[in-house]
C-alpha cells in the first residue's frame, strides 16, 4: 500500500566462538587440577608411610615366628608406630608370641618374647600314620599328641590304652606322604614346638607305639578364618 513504511528486519545474530578464556571454563580446568594434585598427594603419603610387619596368617601364641609368617606393612600412625615391629629390617625370625595374631594384624612390639625365649623349645619331628592324624592338619594348628603302645606278640590288643603326652603342642610344619611308616606303609612327618622339658616324653613315646594327634578345636592354619 501507498504511504506505509516498512521497517527494515534486525540483523541475524551470529554465535560466538568458544573463547579458552572463558572464566567458567577456567574454573572447571581449575577445579580438575585441584582434583588431581590432592589424589597424588594421597598416594606419596600412602607410600611415604611407615613400614611395619603384619601377620601374614594365623599365629598362635607360644609359636616360634619364621619369615613367612610376616609380611611389610606401610602405615601412617604419628606418636602410635613405635607401638609395632620396625619393618625396615629382617623380619624378626626366631622371636616368640606371646598372644595369637590374626592374618592382617601389625604385630604389637608387645607381643614378641626376647629372642631367648625361643631357646626353650624345641622343634620335635615325629611320623604319623595315615587316619591317625586329622584331615587338613596345617602348621598354625594345636594337637594333643596321644601314643597308643606297641602290644606284645599274644597279648591282647585291646590292653593297648592311649596315654597322653603333650597337649595343645603347636604344629610348626607338616610334610607330605613318607614312605615305610606305619601299618598302611605310609605316613605324614608332623614337626611340633615343644617346651625343652618335654622332649624326652616326646621322643620316647615316639620309641614305643603309634602317635595319635588330636586337633585342638578353635586353632587356625593359613588362609583359615
Not at 109 to 137: C, I, K, N, T, W
Not at 168 to 182: I, Q, Y
Amino acid at each position: 500500500m501507498s504511504g506505509t513504511s516498512v521497517e527494515p528486519s534486525p540483523p541475524a545474530r551470529r554465535l560466538a566462538r568458544p573463547r579458552w578464556l572463558d572464566p567458567r571454563l577456567l574454573g572447571g580446568l581449575l577445579v580438575v587440577l585441584v582434583s588431581v594434585a590432592l589424589g597424588v598427594k594421597v598416594v606419596g603419603d600412602a607410600e611415604d608411610g611407615d613400614l611395619v610387619w603384619a601377620a601374614s596368617r594365623d599365629l598362635l601364641a607360644g609359636s616360634t615366628l619364621q619369615p613367612d609368617d610376616l609380611e611389610p606393612r606401610s602405615v601412617r600412625m604419628p606418636g602410635t608406630v613405635g607401638s609395632y615391629v620396625d619393618a625396615s629390617g629382617a623380619p624378626p625370625a626366631g622371636y616368640v608370641l606371646v598372644r595369637d595374631v590374626a592374618a592382617g594384624e601389625l604385630v604389637p612390639a608387645a607381643a614378641l618374647d626376647d629372642a631367648a625365649a625361643a631357646e626353650d623349645q624345641r622343634l620335635v619331628s615325629m611320623p604319623v600314620s595315615q587316619h591317625h592324624y586329622p584331615s587338613g592338619l596345617a602348621r598354625g594348628h594345636r594337637v594333643d599328641v596321644y601314643v597308643v603302645p606297641a602290644v606284645a606278640p599274644g597279648a591282647v590288643a585291646s590292653a593297648a590304652q592311649p596315654v597322653l603326652v603333650l597337649g595343645a603342642a603347636a604344629v610348626s610344619e607338616v610334610s607330605g606322604e613318607l614312605a615305610g611308616f606305619g601299618a598302611s606303609g605310609s605316613s605324614i612327618g608332623v614337626v611340633l614346638e615343644v617346651d625343652t622339658d618335654d622332649v624326652p616324653a616326646v621322643v620316647e613315646a615316639v620309641s614305643r607305639g603309634s602317635i595319635q594327634l588330636v586337633r585342638v578345636p578353635g586353632s587356625s592354619a593359613p588362609g583359615a578364618s
